[in-house]
């Protein structure tokens, strides 16, 4: 797994969503990302290392920046 953070990417969560759910898709990169929930539509923003400890897996790669 890389650290590498695209937009669009899809995600897997260590744990899961109060919703069910445990897939995410990238909404917005910076200092924080936002990430939004496949199960219930919420939107979450988490700091960087925040995220990378929470991600378990990338499952579908966003397109490269140009």
Do not use: Y
């Amino acid at each position: 797994m890389t650290d590498e953070i695209r937009l669009g990417d899809v995600i897997r969560t260590r744990k899961s969503h109060p919703c069910g759910s445990d897939e995410w898709t990238v909404i917005r990169i910076g200092a924080d990302i936002k990430i939004k929930c496949h199960g219930c539509s919420r939107i979450v923003m988490l700091d960087r290392d925040a995220f990378l400890k929470r991600r378990k897996m990338t499952l579908k790669q966003g397109p490269e920046n140009p």
